[in-house]
């Protein structure tokens, strides 16, 4: 293979290789996505074609794993809630994790009583008593219903009106979840997890990821209780290297999301694939094997097409906040928090495939700059003032309100992509909009998360002092600047070096700082990870003059992986995890190639590497990992920092009124990237109305439930009227996504 090519090149190779038994006829996205932790599956046909791996279930990864030494606690740290001696479980559930699920007998604590029911399970002869307890079932909506969940087997029923139908509604390991289309599949658990559901309490609080991550009917300690997240990526904001089974067929037209949509519409007259991808590629099942996975946040990346388009943008409209919400749904019944992040903005905040079209950069950047964020800062308060509504804050108590954008210059000898203090300028603006929208105060509204433009996290240390709830992000990432050689083992205490001190300073200093994104990666290796068309670095095709450091056949096939190479990325994870603290590892899932049938980027799959047995199956044992290597720590988490008041929005009252330093922030920009005079560029005029998101419809299933729930209007503040920012009749405003030569237009 010419070593200036694509892995797999569709315009010159056979799709499907040429030993290869896959179905040619075959149009279904990918292939069936693997078995996983022991999840069954009754009608679904996910996953059902495709035999397990040898780390297909918890159980297979105890045999490789056998028991587990735990690390000892830090020396002269304070105790945190993910702390093993603070932990409410034993320290076996470790290996529990890797066991079968087991009946148990352990009864807790309810709020109504049901009589003890002895039922009879055939299991080697024994029989195993199991009780019930019920959740009050309520009619109309609450924010933060109080239950109590059950660690294992179903905990919980409901009498759904005079059907006299009893439903299970919560249920910990070992228990059977029935989805809304009334297929079922098995919940695991070991972590103490539960799932809470009821169709006629839709919107009931009580569910628990694991038994340390609080339930989310309880607020959520920053700088206490740890973030283990993982990101939603690819999934209704595509990208090439996640889902490359959409963009094979039309390589190499189909480069981002925007030309993927031309060539479906070319091809199909339609947009359905997209549909299609959004029904199948995240599901509930999906929920749950991440709580199951010790994971308590998830960061779904969404785009601004989920609200509106403009004529002339060719992605599908709206559709994707509809799925959205179905994952607010399964959130709140898995106990999982929501960080939703606004990855796409009109213009392109960075240039990249993700932001939606790639190419150059016409957000507060060209003749288009400032409308293009006029725009922007309309859907950041759309979306805020949906968030905000008590129905959903505890759900989705994190804002993430732009996605790398690329403010500061990779090359250091030329001036800033965005001006410094024009880039924060916008962000001052979206706090006064956010916190409009919510209000002031620990609960009231998201935190809302600000990444650092590439200026680095010490850059940002007193931005807004005092500010209510503000928080840093940044994507710390192995590879894409120097690609060195190496087996996994070789980097383990790289995360720790590179990122420890910057990350316990940050949190220290500025105050809550998580990592929105990270992965396995050792290299630059993987089916379009760089770019569709791209070569990689490792390999020297990535740009002239770059050494070939070897092949990336290797890192791609991660069936030829032996114990020394999953045993070595497991470290350079748990090193990862340590040195940031709070973190999102990009991503869940990776799409299966149509070429090959399997995932050609394994490095970014965390579904993938519980799989296959390179995960840190307990993202717990991780802390102290820099510490136990002899290297640099994150001193915030090592030596028990705490952050402020203001920081976690405790004691704020006025979150606008209380920072001063906001009006030394003007907005709109005096200046933007290539334009010195803003005031010469045209912009848009606040006379549009102001579109309201959607909420969701009322539960259906068998059997209906009797209570209608109340969702919500979509917006969280009546108060909030000011209209939305349009285009101004008559002026004829160059194309705002190539804009940055543009002539001004005299209006």
């Not at 735990?70 to 809630?81: D, M």
């Not at 059907?163 to 658990?189: C, E, R």
């Not at 800062?377 to 509504?389: M, N, T």
């Not at 503040?717 to 002026?731: F, K, R, S």
């Amino acid at each position: 293979m010419s070593q200036n090519r694509v892995p797999y090149d569709p315009l010159l190779d056979s799709p499907y290789g040429s030993n290869s038994n896959l179905n040619a006829g075959n149009t279904d996205f990918g292939a069936p996505a693997p078995h996983f932790v022991g999840t069954a599956y009754t009608t679904s046909t996910f996953g059902a074609s495709e035999p397990p791996s040898a780390h297909g279930s918890v159980s297979a990864l105890r045999d490789n794993n056998g028991g587990y030494a735990y690390p000892p606690k830090l020396a002269g740290g304070a105790p945190y809630r993910d702390d093993f001696a603070n932990s409410t479980r034993e320290l076996n559930e470790k290996n529990d994790f890797y066991e079968p699920p087991r009946k148990k007998t352990k009864k807790k604590g309810v709020f109504w009583a049901l009589g003890c029911c002895a039922l009879l399970i055939i299991a080697a002869a024994v029989i195993v008593p199991v009780y019930f307890f019920v959740i009050k079932p309520k009619t109309g909506s609450s924010s933060s219903s109080g239950s109590t969940g059950s660690s294992n087997g179903n905990g919980g029923s409901s009498t759904n009106g005079g059907n006299g139908q009893t439903v299970i509604t919560t249920g910990g390991d070992g228990s059977t979840v029935t989805k809304a289309d009334g297929t079922t599949f098995k919940y695991n658990n070991t972590f103490g997890g539960y799932w809470v559901y009821d169709v006629n309490n839709p919107l009931n609080n009580s569910a628990r990821a694991q038994s340390w991550s609080p339930p989310l009917s309880e607020q959520w300690q920053f700088g206490v209780d740890r973030i283990y997240g993982v990101n939603l990526g690819g999934w209704l904001n595509l990208e090439p290297f996640i889902s490359p089974a959409l963009y094979e067929p039309f390589y190499p037209l189909a480069v981002d999301e925007w030309t993927l949509c031309e060539q479906l519409m070319a091809r199909d007259g339609n947009l359905d694939a997209i549909v299609n991808h959004y029904e199948t590629f995240i599901t509930e099942e999906d929920f749950a094997q991440i709580a199951a996975a010790g994971l308590n946040w998830v960061r779904i990346p969404i785009a601004f097409w989920a609200i509106e388009v403009y004529p002339g943008e060719p992605y599908l409209p709206k559709t994707s906040w509809t799925y959205f919400l179905k994952a607010v749904e399964w959130a709140r019944k898995y106990g999982i928090r929501i960080n939703l992040d606004l990855h796409a903005v009109p213009g392109s905040q960075n240039g990249w495939n993700h932001s939606g079209k790639l190419g150059d950069i016409n957000f507060l950047r060209g003749v288009m700059g400032v409308a293009n964020a006029q725009r922007t800062l309309d859907y950041i308060r759309i979306i805020a003032e949906f968030i905000s509504q008590p129905e959903y804050r505890d759900v989705i108590p994190f804002f993430g309100i732009l996605n790398e954008p690329q403010a500061h210059s990779f090359d250091t000898t030329l001036p800033d992509v965005i001006p410094r203090e024009t880039f924060r300028s916008f962000y001052a603006e979206a706090y006064k909009i956010i916190r409009t929208a919510g209000g002031s105060g620990q609960g009231n509204g998201p935190v809302m998360s600000i990444h650092d433009g590439y200026f680095g996290l010490t850059d940002w240390v007193g931005f807004l002092d005092g500010a209510d709830r503000l928080a840093l992000d940044t994507h710390p990432y192995l590879v894409f600047g120097t690609v060195t050689a190496g087996e996994p083992a070789a980097f383990a205490t790289a995360p720790c070096e590179r990122w420890s001190a910057d990350f316990g300073t940050s949190a220290s200093s500025f105050g809550i700082t998580a990592a929105g994104e990270w992965s396995y990666a050792i290299n630059d290796c993987g089916l379009y990870v760089n770019a569709v068309g791209k070569g990689t670095r490792y390999e020297g095709t990535y740009a002239e003059g770059l050494p070939n450091l070897g092949s990336c056949g290797r890192w791609n096939d991660y069936t030829t992986w032996d114990a020394t190479v999953k045993a070595g990325l497991q470290q350079v994870s748990a090193s990862t995890m340590d040195s940031l603290g709070d973190w999102f590892f990009w991503t869940w899932r990776i799409g299966e190639s149509s070429a090959t049938g399997k995932v050609e980027a394994p490095f970014w799959s965390y579904k993938l590497s519980i799989q296959e047995g390179w995960a840190v199956t307990d993202p717990r044992t991780s802390v102290g990992q820099c510490q136990r290597l002899g290297s640099v720590v994150n001193a915030f988490y090592t030596n028990g920092g705490a952050l402020s008041s203001a920081q976690v929005g405790q004691g704020v009252t006025d979150a606008i009124g209380g920072v001063a330093s906001l009006g030394t922030h003007p907005w709109p920009p005096t200046e933007v990237g290539l334009f010195a005079n803003a005031a010469l560029l045209p912009t848009y005029t606040a006379t549009g109305p102001i579109p309201t998101l959607p909420v969701p419809s009322q539960p259906s299933g068998t059997p209906a439930p009797t209570a209608t729930t109340n969702y919500g209007s979509g917006w969280a503040n009546p108060a909030d009227t000011e209209l939305m920012h349009v285009p101004i009749n008559g002026c004829a405003y160059p194309n705002a996504w190539n804009a940055t030569t543009a002539d001004i237009p005299s209006c």
